[in-house]
C-alpha cells in the first residue's frame, strides 16, 4: 500500500504480513513532508488494532511472514489500541514471523505495544519486532511488551530503536524475550522501578528513565 500527500484512515483494524503474504505500507516516493492521520472507524477513537507480520489467525504454514509500516519520509498521527509487530502461527510449525513499524516525526498513542509475540507453545519459529521512532513522540498508555512467551522456547526477539523524540510507558513493563535498545539523542521514560533484562542496551546521548535494575 502506497500513500499519498496527505492520508486519513478512518478504520478499526489493519494488519500487513500475515499468513505467508508479506506486506508493506509506505509513503510513495518524490512527496514532499507527506502525512497519516488514523483514527478508529468513528473518526474519534482508537483504531483497534495494527498487526505487522502477525500469522496468529493461521495454523502450521510453510511460508514465513513479514509486515512493513514505514512511515519515515512523513508525519504521523496514530491513536490505537494495539500493535502487535510479528506474532507467530497459531500451531507447531516454524516459519519465522517479523513485524516492522518505522515512524518519523509526529505521535503514536497507544494502549498495547508488543514485539516478538508467541501465540502457541508448540510454535518452534523466531519471532521478532521491530520498531523503530525516530523525533516521534510516543506514548504507551498500558503496556508494552518485549518479547511474548506462550511457553515455547523459540527465540522472541524485540529491537527498540529510539532517535531524537521520546517515548513515555505508562502502565507495565513485560520482558520475556532477546531485547536491544538503541536510545540516541531521546528519552526512554519506563514505568518506576522497570528490571529491563536486555541484549545490547545502546545509549548515544540518551536517556532511559525511572528503570530500577537494567541486566
Avoid: W
Amino acid at each position: 500500500l502506497h500513500l499519498g500527500q496527505s492520508n486519513r484512515f478512518n478504520l478499526d483494524k489493519m494488519i500487513a504480513g500475515g499468513q505467508k503474504t508479506p506486506g508493506q505500507i509506505l509513503f510513495n516516493t518524490n512527496l514532499n513532508n507527506p502525512s497519516l492521520y488514523m483514527r478508529g472507524s468513528d473518526g474519534a477513537g482508537r483504531v483497534s488494532a495494527i498487526r505487522l507480520g502477525d500469522e496468529s489467525d493461521s495454523g502450521a504454514t510453510s511460508g514465513p511472514s513479514t509486515g512493513t509500516m514505514n512511515l519515515l519520509a512523513g508525519t504521523s498521527d496514530l491513536l490505537v489500541d494495539t500493535i502487535i509487530l510479528g506474532k507467530s502461527q497459531n500451531a507447531n510449525g516454524s516459519s519465522a514471523a517479523t513485524g516492522n513499524l518505522l515512524m518519523g516525526s509526529g505521535t503514536l498513542n497507544v494502549n498495547t505495544l508488543a514485539l516478538g509475540s508467541q501465540a502457541n507453545s508448540s510454535y518452534g519459529g523466531t519471532v521478532t519486532g521491530n520498531a523503530t521512532f525516530s523525533n516521534t513522540v510516543v506514548t504507551v498508555n498500558t503496556s508494552l511488551q518485549m518479547g511474548v512467551s506462550a511457553g515455547s522456547t523459540s527465540p522472541r526477539v524485540a529491537n527498540l530503536n529510539i532517535f531524537g523524540g521520546s517515548m513515555t510507558v505508562n502502565g507495565i513493563y513485560k520482558n520475556q524475550g532477546t531485547v536491544n535498545m538503541n536510545v540516541t539523542n531521546a528519552t526512554l521514560t519506563m514505568p518506576t522501578g522497570s528490571s529491563i533484562t536486555a541484549n545490547n542496551i545502546q545509549l548515544d546521548g540518551g536517556t532511559i528513565a525511572n528503570a530500577g535494575t537494567l541486566k
